[in-house]
T-cell receptor, first 113, second 115 residues
Framework: GDSVTQMEGPVTLSEEAFLTINCTYTATGYPSLFWYVQYPGEGLQLLLKATKADDKGSNKGFEATYRKETTSFHLEKGSVQVSDSAVYFC????????????FGAGTRLAVHP | DAGITQSPRYKITETGRQVTLMCHQTWSHSYMFWYRQDLGHGLRLIYYSAAADITDKGEVPDGYVVSRSKTENFPLTLESATRSQTSVYFCASMEVRDNQNAEAFFGQGTRLTVV
């Protein structure tokens, strides 16, 4: 079935380190792809999105490129901050008919000074 | 205030009792979703709705019932609560334009404990 797979966490980095969180998907059809972030004690909020192949979503220094050939949407940031500590979720929407929003398991990021 | 709100924020109930979690959104979004969040499982879709009176099962619907008589409300009912339903529950709403461009907005969550 349709699914999203993320790298397991936690990911622990020092401030200003480079971040990559891997995400791959399986979908029938042509999904839109998203990264959501959840800060402690809060609900999820959209970080960035891409709706077609080779699109690059970006926000707050984070980037992800929709790679149809590898069915991937890896999240990257060149220099993380302590305030980036959160849980990151990769997600997809299967377009057409019922727009079901499916999430990966989430990856916890901890950034230390 | 515009937004999506869940109630209650915290709930403790006993095994076997019926519990209803409420979700209300003010944007008139067509789509609404219920997820549960458990350690090691991320967010799992329980039920979703494409419009009023249209609902469908997600990954883990057993033990839950939903209804959507009005666009803005999407209550989730646990008919007979079990300890395995102890979790944090998130409601979300979304509008889809052009069959592609979409953003889901989440409530603050309801932490449910079944004892």
């Amino acid at each position: 079935g349709d699914s999203v797979t993320q790298m397991e966490g936690p990911v622990t980095l020092s401030e200003e380190a480079f971040l990559t969180i891997n995400c791959t998907y399986t979908a029938t059809g042509y999904p839109s792809l998203f990264w959501y972030v959840q800060y402690p004690g809060e609900g999820l909020q959209l970080l960035l999105k891409a709706t077609k192949a080779d699109d690059k979503g970006s926000n707050k220094g984070f980037e992800a490129t929709y790679r149809k050939e590898t069915t991937s949407f890896h999240l990257e940031k060149g220099s993380v901050q302590v305030s980036d500590s959160a849980v990151y979720f990769c997600a997809l929407i299967l377009s057409g008919g019922y727009n079901k929003l499916i999430f990966g398991a989430g990856t916890r990021l901890a950034v230390h000074p | 205030d515009a937004g999506i709100t869940q109630s209650p924020r915290y709930k403790i109930t006993e095994t076997g009792r019926q519990v209803t979690l409420m979700c209300h959104q003010t944007w008139s979004h067509s789509y609404m979703f219920w997820y549960r969040q458990d350690l090691g499982h991320g967010l799992r879709l329980i039920y979703y709705s494409a419009a009023a009176d249209i609902t469908d099962k997600g990954e883990v619907p057993d033990g839950y019932v939903v209804s959507r008589s009005k666009t803005e409300n999407f209550p989730l009912t646990l008919e007979s609560a079990t300890r395995s339903q102890t979790s944090v529950y998130f409601c979300a709403s979304m509008e889809v334009r052009d069959n592609q461009n979409a953003e889901a907005f989440f409530g603050q969550g309801t932490r449910l404990t079944v004892v």
